[in-house]
């Protein structure tokens, strides 16, 4: 009996060895897959990025302005012809602060001249003054040529700056009230 186990352990081994080799080439490949490199999970897209608004250009640049002439720099007023003349102090100040500015622009879109009066007179007659005196400087603006759209406002006596006692005497209460005696030139446009 011993016998017939060794000649069975003489058949059964080498076709266990080769059904071990068999399958070995099966689990080295096994094996060569579980080694091989294994691909990285994908990594979520890039969130897509807006494209960046172009930037809008700068504004054009101003050359508005405003300049207030005070009666003892600008009127003759004669009150016989009620004429206002604009005198020289009143003339220089044009000359050498409106024009320069005027000309710092390139393109000018309007001025506006306002004239006002104090509260001595009534109402009509302040009202014409303040349209007179805005004119004269409209006219003279014009005689420097200006070319630019204008617009004269006669405020007469509506928008007062200084309030005095009309107790005093007429002429210091004449004095008192000069501020509100003006000329406002506006200046709108778009620099050079």
Known sequence: ???????????ALPATIAL????????????AEASAPVAAPMSPPAPAVAPVPPTPPAP???CDFALTLQSD??????????????N???????DNEVIPKLAACAKVDLIV?????????NHAQTQKLSEKNADAVVAYLTSKGLNAPMDTMGMGKTQQIKACDDKLPKAKLAECLAPNRRIVIEGRGLAK
Do not use: W, Y
């Open 1 to 11: 009996m011993l016998k017939k186990i060794c000649v069975l352990a003489a058949f």
């Open 20 to 31: 071990a080799q068999a399958s070995a080439p099966a689990s080295s490949a096994q094996s």
């Open 60 to 62: 054009p640049k101003r």
């Open 73 to 86: 720099e600008i009127f003759e007023h004669k009150k016989s012809a009620q004429l206002s003349v604009l």
């Open 88 to 94: 020289n102090k009143g003339k220089e100040r044009i």
């Open 113 to 121: 001249v306002s004239g006002h009066t104090d509260l001595i007179g």
